[in-house]
């Protein structure tokens, strides 16, 4: 393969309870239909409030000045509905059921489904059940999936990525690393699709490291 044809990889640290995460959603996916093959994403586990850490009490509404700075402009934006989540559950179950996912061919699916329950439907995400009816919607054997997560058969995967991200010095997510033949970049936050576009770009030629914030 011509160094010109191989792909660059994407790596994206995220977490289902992240506004900003779901808000780079369909930049990614946008870029991935106009790249094609040349660029291959890999979504990665990141818990902003990991275990044992006491989760935040449920919310009506979020910091009202923030959403709206930050998070209803972007969300028409990119076209997506997003609602103040009543609801604010541990997340690494619902990053153990993407693993399952992504070993049963259906991660894209279940990945959107994750984000929309949580963030238009105001579902827990982190209760089984839901997890359960999730998987079902997208076509994945529920029972497979809920016995792979009462064995935590997806635990190890979770942590690693989270091992990755800590070496890495990554504190926040959304995170992208993009990795190609150049310079390896860091992206952080949402990014609009002509700033990760122009890092892909970048990533080819040269041997240097680089981080764009």
Known sequence: MAQSDTPVRLDVWSDYVCPFCYLELPVLEQLHARLGSALDIHWRAFELRPVPARPLAPVSEPPRSAWARSVYPLAEQRGLTMRPPPVQPKSRLALEAAEFAKDAGSFSPFHEALFRAFFADGQDIGDLRVLGALAEDVGMDRESM????????????????????????????????????????????????????????????????????
Do not use: C, K, W
């Not at 926040?172 to 390896?184: D, I, K, Q, S, T």
């Open 146 to 213: 809920t016995r792979a997560l009462e064995a935590g058969r997806y635990t190890a995967r979770v942590l690693a990525d989270e091992e990755e991200a800590q070496r890495l010095g990554i504190r926040g997510v959304p995170a992208m690393r993009l990795a190609g033949n150049g310079p390896v970049l860091l992206l952080t936050g949402a990014q609009p699709e002509e700033a990760v576009r122009a890092a892909f770009a970048r990533v080819r030629p040269g041997p240097s490291l680089s981080a764009v914030h």
